[in-house]
């Protein structure tokens, strides 16, 4: 009880950004949302999008992004 469960498209992954203009990358992703799993979905969501936005920083977006999480009672 708790937990999250998330499930999604490899978008948010594949975005390019950062300083040296790389993909996010599933181990950062898997790390970041270990970090937010105890905000409440509001607050992960907002915190998703705008770490999204700061990584793009100006560049178009690559890929579709799909991102769902289910917190387990």
Do not use: A
Not at 15 to 36: A, P, R
Not at 50 to 63: A, F, G, I
């Amino acid at each position: 009880p708790g937990s999250w469960v998330y499930l999604g498209s490899d978008g948010y992954q594949d975005q390019f950004g950062g300083l040296l203009g790389k993909k996010f990358g599933s181990k950062k992703l898997h790390m970041l949302l270990k970090s937010i799993s105890k905000l409440d979905s509001k607050c992960q969501k907002d915190f998703l999008l705008e770490h999204l936005s700061t990584w793009q920083s100006n560049r178009e977006q690559t890929d579709d992004i799909c991102l769902m999480g289910i917190k387990i009672n």
